[in-house]
């Protein structure tokens, strides 16, 4: 089965600056990759995603790159705000029935003002 | 605001209780989902509902007893939980469970098993 790793396990950084959160996955196949933000008390919100057929998709502040030849993908978040503070979960789906989302461990992002 | 609805936000239940939990949505969406989450972990898928019927359980023991009604509601009948069930209860829809549907999860239930 599908295997995703996350890194890193917590990250802080001021605000304005960068924030990038990476992942890996283990299965060739997957083929659809969301990004979560989950706040204190809440459930995942789906920020972003992308599809294996793309390299880069942006939204606003926030961009997602992949890379299947090394079955990596990436979270960029630029000019971060104390807003932006929450836990990140990255997920691989591979093709077929049942859509399961294989989730990653999480990323405490804290933005310090 | 979350478009997915999930009642009760908090229970409290002794082991030999009896309770169920319910989750809405109207998006159209006919796929539905209920995952566990641990604190600090990610979500863990337990049963997948396409087009009303049950499609996937993950091997989830029979003490969780998924129902959907029609295709806005879902629920998940609890009886006999030991306290290492105590977790949040998340549900999830998207428009259909095949072809990598993006999920949208609702704030979810926090249960806790005395």
């Known amino acids: 089965g599908e295997n995703v790793e996350q890194h890193p396990s917590t990250l802080s950084v001021q605000e304005g600056d960068s924030a990038v959160i990476k992942c890996t996955y283990s299965d060739s196949a997957s083929n659809y990759f969301p990004w979560y933000k989950q706040e204190l008390g809440k459930g995942p919100q789906l920020i972003i995603d992308i599809r294996s057929n793309v390299g880069e998709k942006k939204d606003q502040r926030i961009a997602v790159t992949l890379n299947k030849t090394a079955k990596h993908f990436s979270l960029h978040i630029t000019e971060t705000q104390p807003e932006d503070s929450a836990v990140y979960f990255c997920a691989a789906s591979p093709p077929g029935g049942g859509n399961k989302l294989t989730f990653g461990t999480g990323t405490q992002l804290k933005v310090e003002l | 605001d979350t478009e997915v609805t999930q009642t009760p936000k908090h229970l409290v239940m002794g082991m030999t209780n009896k309770k169920s939990l319910k989750c809405e949505q109207h998006?159209?969406?006919?796929?539905m989902y209920w995952y566990k989450q641990k604190a600090k972990k990610p979500p863990e898928l337990m049963f997948v509902?396409?087009?009303?019927?049950?499609?996937i359980n993950e091997s989830v023991p029979s003490r969780f007893s998924p129902e959907c009604p029609n295709s806005s509601l879902l629920n998940l009948h609890l009886h006999a939980l030991q306290p290492e069930d105590s977790a949040l209860y998340l549900c999830?829809?998207?428009?259909?469970?095949?072809?990598?549907?993006?999920?949208?999860f609702g704030d979810g239930t926090r249960l806790s098993i005395l």
């Open positions: 509902y396409s087009y009303e019927k049950l499609s």
């Open positions: 998006m159209g969406h006919r796929a």
């Open positions: 999830a829809s998207s428009p259909r469970a095949q072809g990598n549907q993006p999920q949208h």
